[in-house]
């Protein structure tokens, strides 16, 4: 059994790290682990009353997101069917200082994954003009690993979006709306240019908008496919036309920002949301979820699971349950469930022994040494080899670095060589130690939080235990081979063959290593003959 006790803490990043994060998508969503203090500010409970025990699931008539699988009409027409622009009028004219007032009540945090509360990010933007525009930019640039939430908003509920930045805009006193969104979701651009010109041609956007006196424009712009421009300054140096490269804060986007302008860039989700909690109550989307997380949340639930799914659900919600009841539960049954990425790539793994319990939220999961992130759960059954899993993010954040830091350009670079080579189990047992090292040195040292992402899944407990024994196991079929065999093993005849070929003058003394099972790996020793063993290594349960 794997102790959480003896996990690594997820290191809490200071206050600049936070500040340069609260847009998180893509790398920045790992700084999301640092924020319980600061959102004791946005506590909603009152005392005296008592506390929710109980969430999930969410009625249908408390869902902000009522056209997420696309049933419906996207264009304004459904819109306004289902209740959007709904007295929007109304709350422009109540003014920002109010718009702010009912997002601080709502408790609402950064659904991209910092979990920073919105209420005082966005008043940030509330000061005297110095004549400088101000501007909003919503980071549509979903890179995040098993991440989708966004892509099925501007897909099948787009005016929600522009709805949203009028209104959030409008509460920072911000000039315009460029909304950044990720060069492959080319029809989601397409139906978002859509919904924007509808608006403009129904006066909802633009000169007078919504016939409250107030002028807002909303512009798309589409990133080329670099992960690391889900940094929030790395998408502004984007917008502005330059490489996709994270800035060194100070200056914050709030002071310096786009085409160096005060600038709030706000993830989609939680711009979309702002039009609903004004029209209904920031009490109203505080009564989901526990006191600091409150709220309704889009999760996506990805990987060995029967029927894979993106569902807005209420905050808190126990894992477990979140699976079974909208995903169909694990494929083969909980029993079968090894681990769970619970918030997108850049949060660290827990085992099942931690899912049974822990809750789908901001503390829940940073008790649990992860994080919520962008709530896209990524399942895993027991024929998962964790550790070439996790060889494949770390190839993916070294594909994905800016090349900026030296410790994430050369570090991650590092680990990614080392992951490949106890996946294929030909390792020495020292690069146990020196892997956990090179992460080290990466978190924690890097302008943003991309290195962070690449360094946690390395130091989760289990990971280091699993190498070794996979190197073990590597060693000790060689062993094996050589002493029934007399010979070096040779290679097998062709890729996934589960016993070795023996040479010529051994014919007839079929040789077949015991079984023990779950997974069967080829790994390559330090000979580089290739074995095939079936030995189980993959993650303490």
């Known amino acids: 059994m794997c102790n959480p006790l003896f996990w690594p803490a997820v290191k809490m990043l200071s206050i600049s790290r936070i500040l340069a994060g609260v847009a998180g998508r893509g790398p920045v969503a790992a700084n999301q682990g640092c924020l319980v203090v600061l959102t004791r500010l946005n506590s909603t409970t009152q005392q005296g009353e008592p506390k929710k025990t109980k969430f999930g699931p969410l009625s249908d008539q408390d869902r902000i997101f009522t056209n997420l699988y696309g049933r419906h009409d996207w264009r304004l027409k459904g ?21 702010l007032n009912e997002v601080k009540i709502s408790g609402l945090r950064g659904r991209g994954g910092a979990g920073f509360p919105t209420g005082m990010k966005w008043g940030f933007m509330n000061k005297p003009s110095d004549g400088r525009p101000k501007y909003l930019v919503v980071n549509a640039d979903e890179g995040e690993p098993g991440t989708c939430k966004d892509r099925e908003i501007m897909r099948h509920d787009p005016h929600k979006l522009v709805e949203g930045c009028l209104v959030a805009g409008h509460a920072m006193g911000a000039r315009a709306a460029y909304i950044y969104i990720r060069g492959e979701f080319y029809n989601e651009s397409s139906n978002l240019q859509v919904a924007i010109n509808e608006a403009y041609a129904a006066g909802l956007i633009g000169k007078n908008a919504c016939d409250s006196g107030y002028d807002f424009d909303v512009f798309v712009t589409r990133g080329a496919g670099a992960y690391i421009c889900g940094e929030e300054t790395a998408l502004i140096e984007s917008i502005e036309g330059k490489q996709g490269k994270p800035r060194l804060k100070p200056p914050f986007p709030a002071d310096v920002g786009v085409f160096g302008c005060p600038t709030t860039v706000a993830n989609v989700e939680t711009v979309s949301v702002a039009p609903a909690i004004c029209r209904r109550g ?26 894979p799914c993106t569902v807005e659900e209420e905050m808190s919600i126990p894992m477990k349950e979140l ?11 909980w029993d079968n469930l090894l681990a769970v990425i619970p918030g997108g790539s850049s949060t660290p793994l827990i085992p099942r022994s931690v899912c049974e319990d822990v809750l789908m939220d901001f503390d829940g999961l940073i008790q649990a040494q992860t994080g919520l992130g962008t709530a896209a759960l990524i399942v895993m059954d027991k024929t998962t080899d964790v550790i070439k899993a996790i060889a494949r993010l770390i190839e993916f954040y070294k594909h994905e670095s800016c090349g900026q830091c030296t410790p994430c350009r050369e570090g991650v670079d590092w680990m990614n060589k080392m992951m490949w080579r106890f996946v294929r189990g030909d390792a020495r047992m020292s690069e146990i130690d020196m892997i956990w090292e090179i992460s080290k040195q990466i978190e924690g040292h890097t302008i943003c939080a991309l290195g962070d992402g690449a360094a946690w899944p390395v130091q989760v407990g289990g990971v280091s235990p699993a190498c070794m024994g996979r190197l073990m196991a590597a060693q000790s079929s060689y062993i094996m081979f050589r002493l029934f065999a007399g010979a070096d093993p040779p290679l097998p005849a062709h890729h996934g063959e589960s016993h070795w070929r023996l040479p010529a003058e051994t014919a007839g003394k079929s040789l077949t290593p015991p079984p023990i099972p779950n997974c069967a790996s080829h790994y390559y020793l330090k000979s580089k003959i290739k074995l095939s063993v079936n030995i189980n290594v993959t993650f303490p349960i």
Do not use: P, Q
């Not at 920031?282 to 526990?290: K, L, T, V």
């Not at 699976?323 to 049954?333: F, P, T």
């Open 282 to 307: 920031g009490m109203w989307f505080a009564s989901f979820g526990r006191e600091r997380n409150s709220g309704t949340k889009l999760f996506n639930i990805s990987g060995h699971v029967n029927n």
């Open 323 to 333: 699976i079974e009841r909208h995903a169909g539960g694990v494929r083969g049954g």
């Open 79 to 99: 819109a306004l069917k289902r209740g959007d622009w709904y007295k929007t009028k109304e709350i422009l004219l109540k003014g920002a200082n109010w718009i």
